[in-house]
Nanobody
């Protein structure tokens, strides 16, 4: 079955960096657009970034543009989110997402906390 497993979250000071990973299995990873979302307490889940199946096209939410970089390794079935210059407002649970056929799949999420 489809599985998405995020890792790499944690506590970081403002201005710091983290790299999130999402290991995928159970579907043809190289054929899927992959997305990162985040959800802060009391807020709706928002899309942070996406990357097309071969990595040729990426897009970002305005709030993270210039600071976050999404990438993928189709040989490892893994998508990454490099987060730089982190701000307290980046604090959220970050989720990996894939749409396989008509169905949406989510990972369990990884907590990112930006605080001094």
């Amino acid at each position: 079955q489809v599985q998405l497993v995020e890792s790499g979250g944690g506590l970081v000071q403002p201005g710091g960096s983290l790299r999130l990973s999402c290991a995928a299995s159970g579907f043809t990873f190289s054929s899927c657009v992959m997305r990162w979302y985040r959800q802060a307490p009391g807020e709706e889940r928002e899309m942070v970034a996406f990357i097309t199946h071969a990595g040729g096209v990426t897009n970002y939410a305005d709030s993270v543009k210039g600071r976050f970089i999404i990438s993928r390794d189709n040989g490892k079935n893994t998508v990454y989110l490099q987060m730089n210059s982190l701000k307290p407002e980046d604090t959220a649970v970050y989720y990996c997402h894939a749409k396989v056929g008509p169905k949406d799949y989510w990972g369990q999420g990884t907590q990112v906390t930006v605080s001094s």
